[in-house]
């Protein structure tokens, strides 16, 4: 493959990027925002600077990854690994409703502790009251009957921050809302049209991480204090190359988690691991932050639930991933475009 290399150096960087930045993602993987200045009403990168041949690269690459954990998943060596994952994770699947209780207690009591927070580090608040609200919530969970109040909670703060900081700034965090729906719902005891809470709760992550990724290419200027501090981040790729790669990676492990059994599965063991692995970097703040999202990955990947992988399945790859990164390209540029006015710019001509 020399002549890959000294031919094609903008495709050879786009191929290798991901393979070297999946060993050092940790420390991208926490939340920008909870560590660096932003600005969610700035101009957004013009989408032909995200489109660009290194992200057709990435974003192909992705597509192959996928299609072959498709294909391997409806062999008897995805059977044997599904099976090796149930033996694996039967704790965790028998106590899952305990270990997201016992987490969230714990983020509410760490949230108690720090004052000032609604729901994650960036959102302040002056409301003295709200910090001993999170302390109530936390009692709440102690017992299985009132762990609906607890999600009651959870929605009317997440209410409360959208009220102070807007409905673009929480679409960040539509987690909140799925860990209260799994919580009501298992208080209850229900599965509204035969919806399991953890499935309900699993898509609201693929959807809170798949928009974390619009955001890393839309303003990977917010990152560069960390990449300045921590060059070593980047793995010798450039800090353009390393956000798209970022992204594409991010995007990818989360349209994972509404995928196949065993694809999914194995999306949530790498989040987990990423997730885990920035805390060693970023330290209490980033632990407690991103608990909820961690245990809930957990409780994905614990769960045993299997369907048949068909044909269509790898074959829908394609146009489920492109339809996918299509709606929230859309979402993210045309909803900030109606709440602030910044024009979309594809090349020097602005779309709206």
């Known amino acids: 493959m020399w002549w890959l290399s000294s031919r094609q150096p903008g495709l050879n960087g786009a191929l290798l990027a991901p393979l070297a930045l999946l060993a050092g993602t940790g420390s991208a993987s926490a939340h920008v925002k909870w560590f660096c200045a932003y600005d969610v009403a700035g101009q957004p990168r013009g989408l032909e600077q995200v489109l660009c041949p290194d992200f057709e690269w990435l974003t192909g690459l992705?597509?192959?990854?996928?299609?072959?954990?498709?294909?391997a998943e409806g062999t008897p060596l995805g059977g044997a690994l599904l099976n090796a994952l149930d033996r694996v994770t039967t704790r965790i699947r028998t106590d899952t409703e305990l270990l997201v209780r016992a987490t969230l207690g714990f983020f509410l009591v760490s949230l108690w502790g720090l004052?000032?927070?609604?729901?994650?580090?960036e959102l302040k608040t002056d409301f003295a009251w709200v910090p001993w609200l999170q302390l109530a919530m936390a009692a709440c969970l102690i017992w299985r009957r009132t762990i609906?109040?607890?999600g009651a909670g959870l929605v009317f703060l997440f209410g409360l921050a959208t009220w102070q900081y807007g409905v673009f700034h929480l679409a960040d965090y539509p987690i909140f809302?799925?860990?209260?729906?799994?919580?009501?719902l298992q208080g209850f005891d229900r599965q509204p049209f035969g919806v399991r809470p953890l499935d309900i709760v699993r898509w609201t992550a693929a959807i809170t991480l798949m928009w974390a990724s619009i955001e890393k290419w839309a303003y990977p200027e917010w990152?560069?204090?960390?990449?300045?501090a921590k060059p070593e981040m980047?793995?010798?790729?450039s800090p353009a190359l390393f956000m798209q790669s970022a992204g594409v990676i991010e995007?990818?492990?989360a349209f994972s988690l509404i995928w196949t059994p065993l694809v999914r599965r194995a999306s949530a063991i790498i989040l987990t691991?990423?997730?885990?692995?920035?805390?060693?970097?970023?330290g209490k703040v980033d632990a407690i932050g991103h608990s909820g999202i961690i245990v809930v990955l957990l409780g994905i990947a614990a769960d045993d639930t299997r369907r048949a992988v068909r044909v269509r399945d790898v074959a829908l790859v394609p146009a489920g991933y492109g339809a996918a990164l299509a709606v929230f390209l859309v979402l993210y540029y045309v909803g900030h475009e109606a709440l602030f006015g910044t024009a979309v710019v594809l090349g020097n001509w602005p779309v709206i």
């Not at 809302?177 to 009501?184: F, R, T």
């Not at 691991?273 to 970023?282: G, K, L, T």
């Open 62 to 71: 992705a597509l192959v990854c996928l299609m072959f954990g498709c294909l």
């Open 115 to 121: 004052g000032g927070i609604i729901l994650t580090p």
């Open 148 to 150: 609906p109040l607890a």
């Open 177 to 184: 809302l799925g860990i209260a729906a799994y919580l009501v």
């Open 223 to 228: 990152t560069a204090p960390l990449l300045a």
């Open 234 to 237: 980047t793995m010798g790729a």
């Open 251 to 253: 995007f990818t492990l």
């Open 273 to 282: 691991a990423i997730f885990v692995s920035a805390i060693f970097e970023f």
